[in-house]
C-alpha cells in the first residue's frame, strides 16, 4: 500500500475473506456457553450492514479512524457502497477546501461539523488547472486538461458598455449568473452587475446591477429584487478585511463559506 | 396475565422472545414493532408472536422504550413538552453497559424500530467517537488482524484524520 496515490481505492477484495456471515444469534441459544463466547459475542451480533450504520453517525475523520481498527472494519470503511452511505447523511456537512500552495497539491479541508482543519496531501496530479469540489469528507476534482464527458453551454453575450467580464458564473436551478464588473466612469454605486441566462428556456439575458456596501454580506435573488439575509458582523468584518480586499467565496447545500486570501479566518454561514 | 384480553377493550398482543418469556404489550406498543405490524393489522398474531432473535432481557427493555413513547405521543401534552420528555426518557435509556447497546441496536434494527435504531446508532457512534483505536478494539472485542506493517500503511493512509 505503500505509494498509493489515492485515499479511497484501496482494494478491498483483500480483506473480503473474513467477513464470514455467521447467524449472529447463534450463541445466544445455549445459556451456558454465553461466557466463553463472549470474547468474540460483540462481533458476533454486528453484522457489516448495522456497523456500517453506527460508522456513519460518526464525524467524517473518525470514520476514517475506525478504518484502523481493523481489516473488516477498513473494507466498510473503504467501500463504495459505504462512503455514499456516509456522505448522504444529514448528519455531515459539506466541507471546504483551500489550496496553500500554488505548486503543491497540498491544502487544507474544514470540516464545520468539528471545527476542524486538516492538512491533506492530495496525489500528485499532473495539470496546471483544476476545480475542487469536497463536501461531506469527499473530495472530487476536475482537472481541466482530463476533463471529458461533461456539456458545455457557451452564452454569448451583448457587449455591454461599461463593463467587462469578471471570471466567476454559477449556475443554480437552471439559471446561469455571470459577474461583471464596471470598468469605471459610472460612479461608484454601480460596481458589479450580473448577467442571468436562463439555460433550460434559453431566454434571452436579463442584466442585474447591484451596489454594494463596504461590508461582507450575503443577499440573496427573488426574482430581480436583492434581499439581504445576512451581513458579516462590523467586529468580524474588522478583523477579516483589513489584510486584504479579496475574498473567495463558496457555497454549498447549506453552508457558505468566505475565506480572505490574506488572513487566516474562514466564515461559515450556515443559511436557515 | 392473558386474562387481561377480556378485562380491557385495548387490544394485547402476547410477544414471546427466544429463550420463551411471554411479554403482553398493548397494541399502541406492538405497532411499533414494524416487523410485526403486518400480523397485527392482518389479525395473524395469535396466539403469541415469536421474536427468534431478541432475548427476554433486551425485549424487556425495548418494550420499555416503546411503552413511553408510546404514553408520550398519545399522552395530550403539547408537542415541545412531548419532545423534551422523549430526549430526557432517550438519554436516561441509553445509559446502559456497552454490550447491552450493542444488542439493542441489533433487536431494534431485527424488529424494524427506527427510532431506537437510530438512538442506539447515534450513541454507539460518540462512544467510538471520544476513543482511542486500542479503547474501540476492546469495547468491540475486535481482534488486530493487521500485520505491524499493514497497520503502518492504513495509519498512514488515513495519517489527516489523526491530527
Keep these: 500500500m505503500e505509494g498509493e496515490t489515492s485515499w479511497f481505492s484501496h482494494c478491498i477484495d483483500n480483506f473480503k475473506n473474513d467477513s464470514v456471515e455467521l447467524d449472529p444469534f447463534l450463541e445466544l441459544n445455549d445459556k451456558s456457553s454465553e461466557e466463553v463466547a463472549d470474547a468474540v459475542f460483540v462481533d458476533l451480533i454486528l453484522p457489516n450492514d448495522l456497523l456500517e450504520r453506527i460508522l456513519a453517525c460518526l464525524p467524517v475523520a473518525s470514520i476514517f479512524k475506525a478504518g484502523c481498527v481493523c481489516k473488516r472494519w477498513h473494507a466498510i470503511v473503504s467501500s463504495d457502497r459505504s462512503l455514499q452511505n456516509f456522505s448522504i447523511l444529514p448528519l455531515q456537512k459539506p466541507w471546504y477546501f483551500m489550496f496553500t500552495s500554488s505548486d503543491e497539491p497540498v491544502g487544507y479541508a474544514y470540516d464545520s461539523v468539528l471545527q476542524k482543519w486538516y492538512g491533506i496531501n492530495l496525489p500528485y496530479i499532473e495539470a496546471s488547472s483544476w476545480f475542487i469540489a469536497l463536501s461531506c469528507g469527499a473530495l472530487a476534482i476536475s482537472v481541466n486538461k482530463l476533463s471529458h464527458n461533461y456539456n458545455a453551454f457557451i452564452a454569448k453575450s451583448k457587449q455591454v458598455p461599461g463593463w467587462q467580464a469578471g471570471d466567476e458564473s454559477v449556475i443554480c436551478d437552471g439559471v446561469m449568473y455571470f459577474l461583471i464588473y464596471s470598468t469605471g466612469g459610472g460612479g461608484t454605486d454601480n460596481r458589479h452587475g450580473l448577467i442571468l441566462y436562463n439555460l433550460t428556456s434559453q431566454m434571452p439575458h436579463s442584466l442585474l446591477m447591484k451596489s454594494f456596501i463596504s461590508a461582507i454580506g450575503i443577499w440573496s435573488l427573488n426574482g430581480k429584487e436583492w434581499q439581504e439575509i445576512a451581513r458579516v458582523p462590523h467586529k468580524l468584518f474588522n478583523g477579516f478585511g483589513e489584510f486584504d480586499d479579496v475574498f473567495a467565496s463558496s457555497g454549498t447545500v447549506d453552508l457558505i463559506y468566505i475565506q480572505s486570501y490574506g488572513a487566516p479566518i474562514l466564515l461559515v454561514y450556515e443559511v436557515n | ?163
Design chain 2, 1 to 163: 396475565m392473558s386474562s387481561s384480553t377480556e378485562l380491557t377493550e385495548k387490544k394485547v398482543f402476547l410477544l414471546k422472545s427466544l429463550d420463551g418469556v411471554i411479554f403482553e404489550v398493548e397494541e399502541s406498543v406492538a405497532v411499533q414493532l414494524e416487523v410485526i405490524r403486518e400480523l397485527i393489522e392482518g389479525d395473524c398474531a395469535r396466539p403469541f408472536i415469536s421474536l427468534y432473535n431478541v432475548t427476554s432481557e433486551i425485549l424487556a427493555l425495548v418494550i420499555e422504550y416503546c411503552k413511553h413513547h408510546a404514553e408520550t405521543c398519545s399522552g395530550g401534552t403539547s408537542a415541545t413538552i412531548a419532545d423534551e420528555d422523549l430526549k430526557t426518557f432517550d438519554n436516561e435509556f441509553m445509559n446502559v453497559d456497552e454490550n447491552i447497546l450493542l444488542e439493542l441496536c441489533s433487536a431494534a434494527d431485527y424488529l424494524d424500530i427506527k427510532s431506537l435504531f437510530e438512538l442506539t446508532c447515534r450513541t454507539l457512534a460518540s462512544l467510538i467517537k471520544d476513543r482511542t483505536i486500542i479503547e474501540v478494539r476492546k469495547m468491540f472485542n475486535v481482534e488486530n488482524d493487521f500485520s505491524v506493517v499493514e497497520e503502518k500503511a492504513v495509519r498512514k493512509e488515513f495519517a489527516w484524520a489523526f491530527k
